[in-house]
């Protein structure tokens, strides 16, 4: 297998002649060749294979203890002015960039194999999808690539018909920390990454190409790339309605996407189209369309549970992938929250006898990768080439006080500073200390490949667009009481205000509106067989304007931070909000 597209033979070339590795196999994304790549890998100790019986075609793979995360500090947007990147990234002059790599990827593929990989993120014969290739030295990063896109010959067959693709260029290298290096060219539609082997560094199509490069790209081409679910939601009367979701981690994305309706809504049902990015395109019809341009689900397993996520745990029965989970002495993957206690004859993570001592049976971010179809809840409209319509987008972090269940923006650039100011409280699951106020600006932080302000202001561009886009919404699952209780039960129940959201996007559901947006009284909630304190859903609905005051003086300081880069539009709102409050 060979190409027609002169500048993707020539840049594979150039990259062989860089690396010099031992042979060079591009990818047909075949079953057999899926096969050989797994059975090489089974015998070198890539992978161990997991119960058949179990968890037929199923793997475990066990990284390198200093690499098993997304190494943000040694993540850069490369670009000819650093004002470009803005304060929210970290930036090299990209000659610099071009230096170093070349001195890490010099010789870096001696003695392996380099693959190209030819894929495309979204449907495979959708206008609005993409093709890239990527090139690399590990068979687990091809192997995962076939899971996560639309990988092998009809992907070079898109690329060669369009004449475009973005360049992904990716070596284990040595696996030092100490010369790893994750660089992202938007300029040159390009991405290159070394040292690290754990998916958000070397499955370059997807945080790398999908939001990093594609962000930029919507700016330049009037679309938006974004760090949001897809999901549909049917009511028992057989009317769907999409909503995209944009939540930092460990806020419940994922558990959202797959919901399962309660016992008490009988008849509603949800679909689930993505559940990690959305790329959304204005339509014909004026309303904005979704996609989800991955094929596969790259997903954290501690605390994926019967209880949690009982589809996840389904569709993790079979053709899965896991990487850092713990193991039984018969080969069955664990990890914390799977079950009350760990098995007994457990394997940890690092392939030691599980001791606590040692730390958790699974790292916190051990992950799993599987096709999207093994999903019991996977819509058939995912392959969809225009996508779905959206209805709503939501916002949503972890806060434990003052932030209501759900409010409503009150306009589209409301809208845009409810996603700015989004914030979440950290986690025991994530580094430094808990409990820690951390804005997320519409969950892109670490995903937006250009200056935070100039992606607001492409925001508030797309309001002048249309009067058809979606309304928007901001949510809190997360209030607790003084004593740490949850004051609303979360997971299935949260349908109830996603039935709100959707009544209220038809006009027919009602709300009280305070300075901060419309926020429903309980008994505008469907609250039909939900068992909750009524004192509980007074306080998750109530609107407190000292609290809000004390937010919002917070959010200036931080909004302050972005200087000349902060869209007029943006101040204008948050002077109105402010004032408002003042007179609440």
Known sequence: MTTTNAALKQWVEEVASLTTPDRIHWCSGSEQENQELVENMLRDGTLIEL????????????????????????????????????????????????????????????GRTMFVVPYVMGPIDSPYAQGGVEITDSPYVVANMRIMTRMGQPALKRIEHDGYFVKGLHSL????????????????????????GYGGNALLGKKCHALRIASWKAREQGWMAEHMLIMGVESPEGETHYLCAAFPSACGKTNLAMLVPPESMKGWRVWTVGEDIAWLNLGHDGRLWAINPEAGYFGVAPGTSPDTNSNAVKMLARDTIFTNVAHTDDRRPWWEGLSK????????????????????????????????KRNPMYSPRTEDPLGVPITAILFGGRRSSLVPLVYQSVSWRHGVLVGAALSSETTAAATGKVGVLRRDPMAMLPFCGYN???????WLAMGNKSDKLPKIFHVNWF?????????????????????????????????????????????????????ADPADLHEITRFHPEGWREEMAQLGTYLAGFGPHLPAELQEEYQRIASELNGA
């Not at 935070?452 to 492409?458: A, F, I, P, R, T």
């Not at 209780?485 to 996007?505: A, H, M, Q, S």
Request: proline share 9%; net charge neutral; charged share 25%.
């Open 173 to 196: 290298g040595d696996l030092s920390p100490e010369r790893r290096l994750i660089m992202h060219f938007p300029e040159e539609d390009l991405i290159e990454s070394v040292g690290s």
């Open 51 to 110: 119960d058949p019986r179990t968890h037929p075609q199923s793997y475990l793979h066990l990284s390198h203890p200093t690499d098993v995360a997304r190494t943000e500090h040694l993540t850069f947007i490369c670009t000819s002015r650093k004002d470009d990147a803005g304060p929210t990234n970290n930036w090299m002059e990209p000659d610099e960039a071009h230096g170093r790599l070349d001195q890490l990827l010099r010789g870096s593929m001696k």
């Open 452 to 458: 935070m302000g100039e992606y607001w202001q492409h």
């Open 479 to 531: 209030r607790r009481d003084a004593s740490g209780r949850f004051l609303w039960p979360g997971y299935g129940e949260n349908l109830r205000v996603l039935r709100w959201i959707i009544e209220r996007c038809r006009g027919n559901a009602r709300g009280v509106r305070t300075p901060i947006g419309t926020v429903p009284l309980p008994a505008d909630l469907d609250t039909l067989g939900l068992k």
């Open 341 to 372: 206690a760990p098995p007994r004859g457990l394997v940890d993570w690092q392939g030691r006898a599980y001791d606590p001592a040692n730390g958790p049976a699974a790292h916190p971010n051990s992950r799993f990768t599987v096709s999207a």
